[in-house]
Each structure stands twice: as C-alpha cells, then as structure tokens.
C-alpha cells in the first residue's frame, strides 16, 4: 500500500501515523509538506494527522483546509483514492467540505485525553473491514474540539446510510451529536475520526483498538 | 478603510462558551443575563475608497476563510 501523510505547521502526530503505517503495512508513507500542489503517483492512501495546524487560530483546521496541496488531496479523492483525516485531520477535513458537519468545543470546554470505548458502527468499509464481527473497540481521544455538530437532515442522512463508522460507547465525553466518534463520505473514500487509532497500535504497549483500521486500508488496497 | 467583521454560532447551534459565561455571570450576580453568545470580531484594514467594492470583496473572504457557513453567521461593516 501507498500511503502519504499531510504535514501542516502544527501537525503533531505525523510521525505516529507514519510509524504506525508502517508497522502495519510495511512500507513506510511519503511526508508531504502543506506548501506541496502535487501527490506522489499511484497512492492509495493520504492520512491528514492530528495536532494543531496554523495553532487551531480562527477555527480548528480554517487555515490547514486552505493549503496549497488541498487541491491535490481532492482529485485523489474524486479518483477514489482513499483520505484519513484523525482528530484535527477530521476537523480539517469537515473545513474543505469533504465531510459534512462541524467539530465544536467539548461540551464540557475541558480538553479530553483518555481511552475511549467505542462502538465500530459499520465495519463494512475499506477502513474497518478489518474489525469483521468485533463490534467494539478501545482508542484513546485527545481534544478540545471534537464535538460533531450538523443540521438534522445530515445527521439524518448519515445514519440511514451508515455513514456514522464509529460512536462514543454510553454519553460521548465531547457531546458529539448522536455520539458521533467518525465518519465516512457518500462514496465511502474519506473518513474522518476525533479517536487516534495511531496511539493504539502497538503490541508491545498492548493497546491495539486502532490498528484494524490500517489493517483494513491495507487490505482494501 | 476599515471592515469589521462578526461571526458567531448561528441561532440554534449549541453555544457552550456561551452557556458557562451566561452561568458565571449569573454567578456574579448579573441576574439580569438570560443568555450569553460568544463570537469574535475581525478587523481589517483595507486598501480603496470603494465601500461597495470592498463590502463584497469582505464577504468573499468571509464565505472563503473567515466563516464557516455550516455552522457560523457573520455580519459586514465598512467604516471609511
């Protein structure tokens, strides 16, 4: 598999999606700076990390879904490349309009770090095949603005075409709408998730939640 | 000339920066606060003479970048 991951000022856990990938994989993914207009040939993969692109300033993920190499992950989109955008990837993701929605402050306004268990809502996707009949799953969360907010018709939609891939087991910490931990678009080529999967993947931590979703996207490809 | 922009949440979409200022100030005593709605305000400095112009050339900025009109309302207002 042919993976890139996005790298914004601010991204901070570029390289654990890279170490991880390639744990899972075996290949290690491309770095591609933000000032970048074009893609490496041939990828099946580009991961948009977590951290705090441009400082979270003016919103989460405002300035890092105007870049210059934007463009490029949308062709490789409507090509049906596949697109993984973790916590302020997600939040990027939902500025370029790749994904509907909004990620709002927590409801409580207190940054969240911990284990969070989640439901795996559709594993019948190029990103979680690989959780098969294991309907639940444990990765930590690690934000302030990870409340998924949409008008109800969006929420309606994405629920009835189970475009909702992964919830908040019981009350979501951050008050997401319909507990909503990640979601996938219409053509099922760009998911985003508040949960990093890339913090959960590692045997010898023996936390292991996240890597059915790189198991999956190697699989898929 | 100047342009100062205004975005907040629009109405119906949950303001909790709101909510715990509206509660701290009832808190202070300010039992007059029924609610609280916490947005921010841009300033631009802005080059022309052309208020016209430069409201629509704002509002570009603000449905390109300032805003997001999934979520958020802004408001225009050009000072010369």
Redo the contacts between chains.
Sequence with gaps: MKAAVLVFPGSNCDRDIAVALERVTGRAPAMIWHKETALPAGLDLVVLPGGFSFGDYLRCGAMAARSPIIPAVRDHAARGGRVLGVCNGFQILCETGLLPGALLRNAGLKFICQETPLVVSNANTPFTAAYGGERETVIPIAHADGRYTADENTLNRLEGEGRIVFRYQGEAPNGSMRGIAGIISDDGAVMGMMPHPERACDPSLRRMGGWGVFQSLLDAA | MKAIVTVG?KTG??D??GK?VATALKGLGFDAVRSARVGKVIELDIVGSDAAAAEADVKAMCE???A?T??ESYRVEIKS
Excluded: K, P, W
């Design positions: 949440l979409v949950l909790v920066q715990a390109t970048l300032l997001n999934v979520i």
